[in-house]
């Protein structure tokens, strides 16, 4: 041998020699040093780690060879999380082994850590207690859901709370649910501070009795991590019951309005409602009214002006459910508007016209404008001046106003045609009527009651007889 390969070898030896020696036939002196926890309370359903380190003393006398690692409940035989051929420990050295574990509820959960090993052919077995406080971290989520019935928007108010010290950011808040629809189902908020609470509501149309809610909430925490908490609700969901009634009277004035009181018994809102009075196959007035809650009455009055008397059919179409329906119910319609009648008529002869005069008095319950009476000119009836026709003006309510008119007749005629025009709400009414006038339109006999031409032959005779006697007395008065 090389003097340099003697030393190499003694100096070899001279290390090993430093080191403590395994002895044969002695179990490692290995045990878990540390178990740590991250995050320190997880949230249901959160991952987290459990990482264990095994430790092989110093003056162990053998390695130790890891086979498994698992973790379960203090009083459970199913493993939580488990890892298998690690590894081998010297004396001296430890290993860490993370083992990633989750919880799905909230609690105080009472764990072992189990670390099995061989060691000069011998199986050892290591166990350490681990606590894990399991709690409804971050924001919270509640969800309230209101009374439902099939085919309806029902209201489902959804509340995130943040309890926590730190801000939460980037929520998105989904909801979802079985045999069910959900308009717009998601709600973005760039971040939650601590303390903070809102509510968002979802409108949910469930298509069966029983169904659920889901409300998910993913965020994340102000160290940057992604988290998403689930809260669930049942969606218990009423038959649909439609029971409509209407019921219609009149109002007041002259031209009252259809005044419906629109009763919904039903368990859901009438929805797009449109009241409508028809007479016959015509529609006097639509008019939209909208939502009518469940079990609830909503007044509407509908303005007639177009109609003064008739039987109107009081229709509403809606929806509620999903589905069309209609009611429908009947009301009689009377109308008094101001309405023009002529009072105290009378007639008599002048100057060879007949002369007519009265009164345009207002029946009605309304102002009557522009009120016009004339003489309606016939074969056998001409109007004459002063007044062919007559303006009369304005006649308020219950009130009256003076007219005259002049015209001229055949032999024989008995009546005169007048007619009559106004406005009254608006419109324009005409109306016609006949003047009796058969006892001025006879011709005159100049016989009767010596009149007339006897009577001027009387004045003549009379006055001849005076001159004769004033002649007679002057001729008499010269003679003396």
Not at 34 to 51: C, H, K, N
Request: proline share 5%; no cysteine; aromatic share 4%.
């Amino acid at each position: 041998m090389s003097r340099r390969a003697l030393s190499v070898a003694l100096l070899v030896v001279v290390v090993f020699a430093g080191l403590p020696a395994p002895t044969l036939g002695a179990e490692a002196t290995a045990y878990i040093d540390d178990v740590s926890v991250s995050p320190a309370q997880p949230t249901p359903g959160e991952r987290f780690i459990l990482s264990t380190t095994v430790q092989n003393a110093q003056n162990s006398p053998s390695n130790l060879q890891v086979t498994d690692v698992y973790v379960r409940t203090a009083s459970g035989s199913n493993d939580l999380a488990r890892a298998e051929d690690l590894g081998t420990i010297p004396p001296g050295s430890d290993l860490q082994i993370p083992l990633s574990v989750r919880l799905a509820d909230a609690g105080t959960y009472d764990l072992r850590v189990t670390v099995v090993g061989r060691s000069d052919g011998q199986v050892q077995r290591l166990q350490y207690p681990v606590v894990v406080r399991v709690r409804e971290g971050g924001p919270q989520v509640t969800v309230e859901v209101g009374d439902a019935v099939i085919g309806t928007e029902t209201p489902v108010q959804v509340t995130v709370s943040n309890g926590e010290e730190e801000v939460a950011r980037n929520l998105r808040l989904s909801v979802a649910a079985e045999d069910a629809t959900v308009r717009n189902d998601t709600r973005v908020v760039p971040r939650l501070d601590s303390g903070q609470a809102q509510t968002f509501q979802f409108d949910v149309t469930p298509g069966a009795t029983d169904s659920e809610v889901t409300a998910t909430l993913r965020y994340t925490t102000a160290d940057g991590n992604a988290r998403t908490t689930t809260t669930t609700a049942p969606l218990a969901a009423d038959e649909l019951r439609e029971n409509v009634r209407l019921d219609a009277t009149l109002g007041d004035g002259a031209r009252p309005a259809v005044v419906v009181d629109v009763t919904n018994l039903g368990n859901a809102p009438l929805e797009d409602l449109v009241l409508s009075l028809r007479d016959g196959d015509a529609t006097v007035v639509g008019n939209p009214v909208g939502t009518v809650a469940a079990e609830s009455t909503r007044t509407v009055r509908l303005n007639v002006s177009s109609v003064d008397r008739a039987t109107l059919d009081v229709v509403a179409d809606y929806e509620t459910g999903g589905r069309d329906g209609s009611a429908a119910t009947t009301i009689d319609y009377v109308a008094a508007p101001g309405r023009i009648s002529l009072t105290g008529v009378d007639v008599e002869r002048e100057d060879g016209k007949i002369h007519i005069s009265g009164s345009a008095s207002n029946v009605g319950l309304s102002d009557a404008q522009s009120v016009v009476v004339r003489v309606v000119p016939t074969d056998s009836v001409t109007p004459e001046r002063p007044y062919k026709e007559y303006f009369v003006g304005s006649v308020p309510a219950s009130d009256f106003a003076s007219f005259d008119l002049y015209a001229t007749v055949d032999d024989g005629v008995t009546s005169v045609p007048v007619e009559v025009t106004y406005l009254a709400d608006g419109r324009e009414r005409t109306v016609e009527t006949t003047v009796d006038v058969s006892d001025l339109s006879q011709p005159v006999d100049s016989n009767d009651g010596g009149g007339g031409l006897g009577t001027t032959l009387l004045l003549v005779g009379g006055l001849v007889a005076l001159l004769v006697v004033v002649g007679v007395g002057i001729y008499a008065y010269r003679r003396r």
